[in-house]
Each structure stands twice: as structure tokens, then as C-alpha cells.
């Protein structure tokens, strides 16, 4: 029959509270009292509710976690790692998609009632201020910050090395024998985004080659018609006689834009235009032709998230920490070398003649 904490403990001849910091690890308890507890548990079958030690000062030995979206892979690999690694401490991380797709204040105070002893979060808006974060800053729970961080938050962090990434790419594609590039992102200010451009235009100056404004195009993820400006902006580039002959996008999503935009033009990739992405979301290797892109590695995220918040509750006073996880760039069949000549854009013509080339296959997204 299963018992309450009172009766348990009642039937142990110690406090409730004793037994609480026995299951949860806290606190001290004699060696021969902790023994002793725990064969009589044992011989019981008894465990303690997580809720029923919070009333005698335990933990619900919980994890909240707030992800933009499970849909996208990556946040589905980081809470993948963190789940792996929380499971085998015996703390149950419980998982929420912010409804907006932002910083959700709602799911936050959902986390906060059920009182978990931790809090892991994606901070999609980088204009948040430590008024935003009121609740759980007084909560004094640990949390730990994934992707762009605010150093003035002071909390644990983890992220990936971004500027390395954008490195990597701009490596490639200059190995490759690109000299005429383009770069798509989320715009100024989005600080994942700014460190992959940073990394790709230091590796291009170390080249000799620049990255024209004109060549840049951003998207502002907070307009309702962001995909058709975005769009319009694409095609502008991409029609023009001097257009890139590579383009780098700072996320797959993107990159899928541009293969969507040279396929309407008659460009094939990567004959005609080279394209990398970033982040190896599950649907790149499956488009055509398969992207060229960086894979951001959610599930040691994951893991080095889960290990920051066990540090923090065993030790509350340690410095705060950010974690920088590698970045690895995953080669496949949307880069090539640059073409000899442009082709021109336009209507891809109906069938091909002796003296006219024709786009020789488009992407399927």
C-alpha cells in the first residue's frame, strides 16, 4: 500500500523533513540514519512524491524547460541531450514550446508553480532586461540561457561557436574558388546571426575579398510580411548580371528561401549557385540537392545545459559559466565550384536548343 511522506516517516522514527533531504540529497543526515532510511524504504517499496517533499523543504528534483518549437530539430536534439543526461541524476526535465514562439511569460509562471528546482530557456528576444525576467529571478531557481546571451542577465549560459562557423563556411567556399558572395540573415542585432556573418567576412578580408553591402540581405522575423520582402529582396540579388555565385545562409529555413528563389529563375544549384545553410535542421539532407551546411550539435547542447544547471544547484555561489560548443561544417551536393560564366536569368525555357544552355535541373524544396 503506498504511504505518505508523514506515515513513512512516522514508521522511521525520524522527521519528514529528514527523510525529504535523504531522497533529494540535501542537507546533512548521519551516515547511519540515511542507511537505515533507505532499507526501510526499500523493504517497503517506498519513494516519496517530488510535490510531497517540496511542504518539508526538498526539491521536486524537475527541470523546466522552455524551446521555441520541438517541430525544429535542433531545439528537439538539445532537449533530447538534456533529457539523456537529467534521467540518469533522477531529475525529470519538463518540457514546454513557448506559445508565441518568443519569450513566453505564461509558460514561465506554469514552470514556477510546479516548482521546478531549475529552468532552462531560449531567449529568442535579445531586447529582454532582468525586469522581464522578475519571476524567476526571484524565484532564486538556477536557469541557464541557450544561444544569444546577455552577459548582464549573469546566469549560465551555453552556446555555439559561431563566429567559427561562419569561418568554416567562408573557407570552403573560397576553396572551392568563389570570389562573388552573398549572405542572408535575421539582420543586425540578432546575435547568433551577427557572429556567423563576423566569421564569414573576417575569413573572406583574410583573402582578399570582400562582402558587399548590396550582397547582404536580412529578413526581420518580427514583420507579417517578412517572406515576401524577404523574397523580393532574394530575387533582386539573384537577378542581377553580377549576381554571387555563392550565397551563405545563417539558417537552413533560409537557405531553403534561396533554393525556392533560384529555382524560380531558372538557377541551378550548384552549377549556377553554390548554397550553404546553418544549423543541419532533419530536412537538409533530404531537399535538392542536399545543403551544404553547419551542424550546430543539439544533443551536447543539451548535455552541457543539463550539466550547468546540476553544478549550479550543487554549488549556488560558483561563478557563472558559459559553455561554447563546437561547431561542424557538413559538406554536400549544393556547393561546387563557380561557373565560368553567369547564366542569364529569366523564364526557364520549355525545351533546350543547339545554341542555348538551359538551367540543368532546379531545386525541389
Partial sequence: MMRSLREFSKLAGVSPSTVSRVFSGTGRVSPET???????????DFRPSAIGQVAFGGGTQSVGVLVPSLAVSFFADIVR???????????????????????????????????????????????????????????????VILGSFRASLGLDAVDNDDLAGGRAVAE?????????????????????????????????????????????????????DRERLLGDDLLKLLSRPDRPTAVFASTDDLARAVYSTARGLGLSIPHDLSVVGYANLNF???????????????????????????????????PYRTEIVPVRLVVRESTARPPKTRQPTGEVPAAPTPKRRTARGTPAL
Fill in 172 to 224: 570552403h567556399l573560397l576553396g572551392l574558388g568563389h570570389r562573388d558572395f552573398g549572405f542572408v540573415y535575421f539582420g543586425e542585432g540578432h546575435t547568433n546571426s551577427d557572429q556567423r556573418l563576423n566569421g564569414f567576412r573576417e575569413a573572406l578580408a583574410e583573402a582578399g575579398v570582400a562582402l558587399p553591402t548590396e550582397n547582404i540581405v536580412s529578413l526581420d522575423p518580427h514583420r507579417a
Fill in 81 to 143: 541531450g538534456l533529457q539523456k543526461h537529467m534521467l540518469k541524476t533522477d531529475h525529470l526535465p519538463i518540457v514546454l514550446e513557448a506559445e508565441t514562439g518568443i519569450f513566453d511569460q505564461r509558460a514561465v509562471q506554469r514552470l514556477l508553480d510546479h516548482r521546478v528546482d531549475a529552468m532552462l530557456l531560449t531567449l529568442m528576444s535579445e531586447s529582454l532586461t532582468p525586469d522581464d525576467l522578475g519571476s524567476i529571478l526571484r524565484s532564486q531557481i538556477p536557469v
Fill in 34 to 44: 540515511q542507511k537505515r532510511i533507505l532499507q526501510l524504504a526499500e523493504s517497503l
Fill in 284 to 318: 537538409s539532407g533530404l531537399i535538392s540537392p542536399p545543403l551544404t551546411t553547419v551542424d550546430q550539435n543539439g544533443l551536447e547542447i543539451g548535455h552541457r545545459a543539463a550539466q550547468l544547471i546540476l553544478d549550479r544547484l550543487g554549488s549556488p555561489q560558483a
